[in-house]
């Protein structure tokens, strides 16, 4: 099990820009496909983008491609979203999560996932 703790969440104005921190105890941390999700208000969990362990592939959401980069520092146990050109829509709570297998290279699915932390708001006015 890993544990993660979030942190870099606020409100900024559209076209503003947040970093999120996200960071692992527990297993080992740079064994671990990592991911990010969001949830608004009234609507389902869903991806917004994932990192190998390596850090090699990165894959995102459609809706947050070329606004969004997400990076891994495992000397530090580190995950980030850097999040630029923000806009209303992404408004959420943001969750970062950890694959529930060390063998799992790489997804996407939100039950690949096995850990997750407690969420950081994010609010994007207009």
């Known amino acids: 099990q890993v544990q993660l703790v979030e942190s870099g969440g606020g409100l900024v104005q559209a076209g503003g820009s947040l970093r999120l921190s996200c960071v692992a105890s527990?297993?080992?941390?740079?064994?671990?496909?990592m991911g990010w999700f969001r949830q608004a208000p009234g609507k389902d969990r869903e991806f917004v983008a994932a990192?190998?362990?390596?850090?090699?592939?990165?894959d995102y959401a459609d809706s947050v491609k070329g606004r969004f980069t997400i990076s891994r520092d495992n000397a530090k146990n580190t995950v980030y979203l850097q999040m630029n050109s923000l806009k209303p829509e992404d408004t959420a709570v943001y969750y970062c999560?950890?694959?529930?297998?060390?063998?799992?290279?790489?997804?996407?699915?939100?039950?690949?996932?096995?850990?997750w932390g407690q969420g950081t708001q994010v609010t994007v006015s207009s």
């Open positions: 990192i190998t362990w390596s850090g090699g592939i990165k």
């Open positions: 999560a950890a694959a529930a297998s060390s063998s799992t290279y790489y997804t996407r699915r939100e039950a690949d996932f096995g850990s």
């Open positions: 527990g297993r080992t941390f740079s064994l671990s496909a």
